[in-house]
């Protein structure tokens, strides 16, 4: 979100940020869906295996409900209570609301990011597990859900809220390390290319550039994260000895690590790493660029009416 600094007029409230960045991830996810569903096949494929066939990936290119819905809560928190999280962590420490930060910065990303992650991990659980899923090209375990309402109901019968908040803790890990540099350094850059007279303040060019470089530095802090998610997300269930469904493979995030990199080596963390860049670069660019652009235009039109 473009800092106050930067925006004219009254700043947006933390609901109008929320829904602006709601909009502009719906925008991004539209276009980068297919590296997502690839980067997910690929996390999954030789999983703690330490040889195997590769086999090609298959795509499901559709878009569906749940990656709106799911890019909303998360990027709708993400990119809307990054800033009032920011300002009053500022005051928390003795510091003015305005001031920018870096320590403090970090930690409101990180913050916004795994509110986003909480709320949205019903969706991208079955996000993940559909994306997954393929009949004639199988990786890792395969759920077969008919539709997003079947798949948030079958787990919901056999798991109950349990099973919908599972792997919760890797999705908090995995959002809060990407959110801890993704505002800070699209904010960082803008600043910079502004300040030195390099682009102007409120020019698109200065959103894509700012953009471009945050894209780099979200994948690189979240890859192993992102890894784990997806394994975690998508690993089989039994029925644990005090009655409750729990992970065939993996007990956490740490865990799925540890694994990972004892069976297939520390280069295991970052399989898919080239399908998700292809995925958070264009997603990030477009997201923070069309954030700025959307929220520009509402002030224009908000204050304007005012």
Known sequence: MASPALVKG???????GFVCGGIAACIAVTVSNPAEVAKTRLQLQGELAKSGTE?????????????????????GSRLGFYEPFRRNINKLFGRRPDEQLGATAIIAGASSGAVGASLGNPLFL??????AYSPALPVGAQH????????????????????????????????????????????????????????????TWTFLASSAVSGVCVCLMMQPADTALTRMYNQPTVLGPNGKMVGTLYKNPIDCLWKTAKTEGFRGWYKGSTAHFLRIAPHTIITLTANDLIINLYKRIRDNDN
């Not at 009254?10 to 109008?16: F, G, L, V, W």
Request: one cysteine or more; hydrophobic letters at 40%.
């Open 10 to 16: 009254r700043p947006i409230s933390t609901a109008e």
């Open 55 to 75: 086999k090609s990936v298959q795509k499901r290119f559709g878009c569906h409900w749940e990656d709106y819905a799911y890019q909303i809560l998360l990027n």
């Open 126 to 131: 079955i996000k993940a597990r559909m994306q």
């Open 144 to 203: 077969y859900y008919k539709n997003s309402f079947h798949a948030l109901s079958t787990i919901f019968r056999a798991e109950g809220l349990r099973g919908l908040v599972r792997g919760i803790d890797a999705a908090i890990l995995r959002t809060s390390m990407g959110s801890s540099v993704q505002l800070p350094s699209y904010n960082l850059t803008k600043n910079f290319l502004v300040s030195r007279d390099i682009l102007p303040a409120n020019s």
